[in-house]
Structures are given as structure tokens and as C-alpha cells.
């Protein structure tokens, strides 16, 4: 197995996290497939169909407004991948840095994601953050 997944499931991940980093809301959706659901760290911890992209980013708005968070940016290592005919899983190693109140920190965790082919597009199915510290 290579070190990173095939072209169009790497520029998913890509795009996925450039567009968390950069706030660009349309980039963000556009990532994922109709029925996504997302768990994250934050309440209520999981967002389900319809719209739960939207939902989770209006969450984290509110996380962030609530906090003071004034910084916030993902990097990552790939970790795990496969692929199986019109499916996918990818595991990334995160580390968010955030700015909260003035003091950064550095938060590790995994991303897990499920992604499926839908016509010849590929699209996320699933996020979800496992935070290690």
C-alpha cells in the first residue's frame, strides 16, 4: 500500500481540512456526500442528516464565540487507508492548535472518515474527531 490513498480521496481530505482552516463554508460542504454525519468533541457531539455540516459548523461557531477562540488550525499526518471498490476509510493523526482566551494549546486526535463514490465523485460520509489530549 502507498503512503497516501488514491488522488481523489487525498484531495477530499485536503479540501476538507484547508476548508476547516480557512472558514470557507462552501468548500466545506461541497466535500461531503447528502447524508453525512459528523462526531466531534464539542456538544452535542454528533450532527446527522439533513444538513449536518451546516449544523456542525453553526455549532462551532458558537464554540468558538462562547471560548474566545481566536485561532484555529488543523494540521495532520495520513495514517490508515483503504479502499474497497465504491468505498473508502482513511484515519488522520490531527493536532489542533487553539488559541482560546488569549492561550495556545496544541489538542491531538484522530480523524476518522467513511467516504463512498457517488456517480464518478467521491464524497465524505462521515467525520469523527477521537480527541487524545
Not at 464539542?42 to 477562540?69: F, H, M, Q, S, T
Request: proline share 4%.
Amino acid at each position: 500500500m502507498a503512503d497516501n490513498p488514491p488522488a481523489e480521496i487525498q484531495t477530499l481530505i485536503d479540501n476538507h481540512i484547508n476548508a476547516f482552516n480557512t472558514q470557507n463554508d462552501e468548500l466545506f460542504f461541497r466535500v461531503f456526500g447528502d447524508t453525512a454525519i459528523i462526531v466531534d468533541g464539542i456538544a452535542p457531539y454528533r450532527w446527522l442528516n439533513p444538513n449536518a455540516p451546516a449544523n456542525w459548523l453553526a455549532d462551532v461557531a458558537k464554540w468558538r464565540e462562547n471560548l474566545g477562540v481566536t485561532y484555529e488550525r488543523l494540521s495532520y499526518e495520513m495514517g490508515f487507508w483503504n479502499v474497497e471498490g465504491s468505498g473508502a476509510y482513511a484515519v488522520i493523526a490531527g493536532t489542533l492548535t487553539v488559541t482560546i482566551g488569549g492561550q495556545t494549546t496544541a489538542r491531538t486526535g484522530t480523524l476518522a472518515y467513511t467516504f463512498s463514490k457517488h456517480g464518478d465523485e467521491w464524497k465524505i460520509d462521515a467525520q469523527a474527531w477521537g480527541r487524545t489530549s
